[in-house]
């Protein structure tokens, strides 16, 4: 199962780094990223893989939301399907 | 593979335009449940509600979190009462009232619809005692609502029924008064009620529904004032391919969620309700999309066009997103839960007249209006009557919520708290309408050839 992962913020050093290394103790494999400065921000959007994840949906989304207040961003994660549904027909 | 640019922006929408999911409804029949034993139906009506929705706020709240979309209540709808009660020999059916709100609190769900009778035509004795049962159980309960459908296209309008409910209204509102008349913010009185609206207070199980069924209604004001914010002093041609489009992503977010719930709850899908639901959050106002729109005030001359148009390319951008549309489906404008209606209630431009001109071309119709506490039940009868006309007349579901605000008086403002805002208490004629309410009786059904 494909789930989304965005993180914005104040760009700084590690981003990046941190949220993969949080992933992959998770055992979620990344499959894309896609990374900018929007306005100011910094600005990711990640395609990951989450069939193998070892804990909860509910624990990554808290994990990785954990991680973003630790560093000042805001990360989330939500399934590919949503963006889909919006977007293509 | 990956498109940036939509993922934000569907981020964008959640976050900061209010873009939610308005309420999951489940609607469970409860035929099986009629027993000569009133307690008895009630321990069957308890034991199927919870039976049925057990896991339905769960898989809300999974789905919430899986998907990163808000969904805001999980409700409940089942068979009108006063059909279910009738096997009863009781003398009210308060008891009914009371079994499906403490049904209600055990699934954790935000409300629970149908405590209601259908009386377009003529009402049966137990019609007529679950209507009289409504002050009481509104006052008694928290989670319950009630509405009672008094006309159709079909069958005309009951006047008795009108007549009744302009009376329960203000009993409703006398038995709640230490709340402002909250117990009337649950009960909603209809003309062509639909059986699948997953909006409350309105909502029941139809007669010709499923055993179980999951409607999802969708919102998004502030999603369609947003894009519109992009085609300023555009002609409307473009405002409206632009409510079209952005119509199209949110009813497919609904569809997505509804067709998740259905699959996770071994329900069968219903409908995606399409309607354009305000919260008083500002920026999540239909009032303040129609002054986008270029009117300076909703309320002046032009809002009725505006609306119309709303209304329509809502529909039209919803139905290809969604695999079956129904519900009320269209513009809400209830008063006390839009910021922008609410303000130009307070300014004075926006009057009971003009609401009631823009319920011809919307969805649903005079919805959470505060009047005046001595407002006589004649006066909220005739009220009632003239939105059922519409209704009838224009083959559309048309409805009225109103608060007669104990102790209250233009001017005033009332909390209701929660989604149900807060309401300015608005004027009516004064003027009485007593005589034509006194005649009673039935207005028959319209023609509908020769339409002019």
Do not use: W
Request: proline share 4%; aromatic share 4%; hydrophobic share 45%.
């Amino acid at each position: 199962m494909n789930a989304i992962v965005t993180v914005v913020g104040q760009d700084r050093v590690g981003i990046i780094a941190a949220v993969c290394i949080r992933l992959a103790s998770l055992n979620i494999n990344v499959l894309d990223i896609s990374q900018t400065i929007l306005q100011g921000n910094f600005t990711m959007v990640m395609a990951v893989d989450i069939s193998e994840a070892n804990v909860s949906f509910k624990e990554i989304s808290d994990t990785l939301s954990e991680l973003g207040n630790d560093m000042g961003l805001s990360i989330r994660i939500q399934r590919e399907e949503i963006f889909d549904a919006m977007h293509t027909i | 593979m990956l498109n940036r640019k939509e993922i934000l922006s569907t981020i964008e929408m959640i976050d900061q335009q209010h873009l939610d999911i308005r309420t999951i409804t489940m609607g469970i029949s409860l035929y099986d449940c009629c027993d000569g034993d009133a307690s008895a139906a009630c321990a069957k009506i308890y034991d199927k509600i919870s039976r049925y929705a057990e896991k339905l706020v769960t898989t809300g709240e999974a789905i919430e979190i899986e998907y990163g979309i808000p969904i805001v209540n999980k409700r409940i709808s089942v068979s009108p009462i006063a059909l279910i009660a009738a096997a009863s020999d009781i003398p009210d059916y308060i008891p009914f009232a009371k079994v499906l709100d403490r049904a209600a609190k055990n699934c954790g769900v935000d409300f629970i619809g149908g405590f209601s009778a259908l009386v377009q035509k003529g009402m049966t004795k137990a019609d007529e005692k679950l209507i009289r049962s409504i002050p009481e159980a509104l006052a008694s309960t928290e989670l319950v609502c009630s509405s009672v459908n008094v006309g159709s296209t079909k069958a005309g309008i009951n006047m008795d029924a009108v007549g009744l409910m302009g009376q329960i209204i203000k009993e409703t509102s006398a038995l709640t008064s230490d709340r402002d008349g909250l117990g009337c913010a649950k009960l909603v009185v209809f003309c062509n009620a639909v059986e699948d609206n997953p909006f409350m207070a309105g909502a029941f199980h139809g007669t010709g529904e499923a055993e179980k069924v999951i409607n999802v209604g969708v919102s998004g004001p502030g999603v369609i004032h947003s894009a519109l914010k992009s085609v300023k002093g555009q002609p409307l041609d473009v405002v409206a391919e632009t409510i079209k489009k952005t119509a199209f992503r949110v009813t497919r977010m609904g569809q997505l969620v509804a067709r998740e719930a259905s699959e996770r709850l071994g329900t069968p899908f219903g409908i995606v309700d399409l309607s354009l639901a305000p919260t008083p959050a500002v920026g999540d106002s239909v009032a303040r999309i129609l002054e986008e729109m270029g009117l300076e005030v909703c309320g002046t001359h032009g809002t009725t066009a505006a609306l119309a148009m709303l209304n329509d390319a809502v529909k039209k951008g919803g139905i290809m997103a969604s695999s079956s549309v129904g519900g009320l489906s269209g513009a809400f404008i209830p008063v006390s839960e839009d910021e922008g209606m609410i303000s130009a209630a307070e300014r004075g431009t926006l009057c009971i007249d003009k609401l009631e001109a823009m319920t011809c071309v919307c969805s649903v119709g005079l919805d959470m209006i505060a009047v005046p506490g001595d407002t006589p039940a004649d006066t909220i009868s005739a009220i009632i009557a003239d939105e059922a006309a519409i209704g009838m007349i224009n083959s559309k579901t048309t409805a009225v919520r109103l608060i007669p605000a104990p102790g209250r008086k233009v001017g005033d403002r009332i909390e209701l708290g929660g989604l149900l805002g807060s309401a300015p208490v608005m004027p009516v004629h004064s003027e009485s309408s007593s005589d034509f309410i006194c005649r009673g009786g039935h207005i028959p059904a319209p023609v509908n050839s020769l339409r002019n």
